[in-house]
């Protein structure tokens, strides 16, 4: 049996370190990086799960068990992150929003009210969405989604993620980087639409500020 450390894959890096836990444990090392991935998104679940496939085309360990232990990792992860938002509670995100320039608590309870009404989507859906599908799991913790419903949408999303990264690993075998190249460009579209977005939110929130500033000498000026 060829082991995953001494496969086509890259000896250092994120690839090599995820390589290394499932050489040494199988597919409960490759659900400890998915979990830790939920934890530190600069680690990408697009090269573990791929990876992961691969792995498993090595007969390293079973597909089933790469798909399932990956997902309880990101189940594990999204929990941890919930507790997060849940200790910080709404009072103290409200304190914290103060302080950011150009975020006003205003916008906190706008969020609260759309989260109200998507809030079961965008966990669902967000889990299929980098960088966002960790994120989600905290504004669920924050707004308290009661934990069956939240457990269940993140059992779903990570499992329909998951189970498509990783069979693609599975398919392509050691040409299983492609994938990771693919979700890679995915990845950079998403990063640039927040960026224009935060852009824009930015430059609207601004250029309001400095419209109040003239109205407001115009009226200074009238009562003298």
Known sequence: MISV???EMPAGGVAGWAAGLMDSI??????????????????PSEVILPLAGFAAS?????LLAAVLWTTVGSVVGALALYAIGALLGRERTIAVAARIPLVKP??????EAWFARHGTKAVLFGRMVPIFRSMISIPAGVERMRLPVFLGLTTLGSLVWNAVFVLAGYLLGSRWHQVTDLAGLYSKVV????????AAFAGLRLRLRLRLRKARKGAHRVTR
Not at 58 to 62: D, E, P, Y
Not at 106 to 111: A, C, L
């Open 191 to 198: 990063l640039a639409f927040a960026a224009l977005a935060v």
């Open 58 to 62: 090595q007969g390293r360990m079973s």
């Open 26 to 43: 199988g597919a409960v090392g490759a659900g400890a990086a998915v979990a830790l991935e939920n934890l530190f998104p600069p680690l």
């Open 106 to 111: 205003s916008d906190i309870e706008r969020t």
């Open 5 to 7: 450390a001494e496969s």
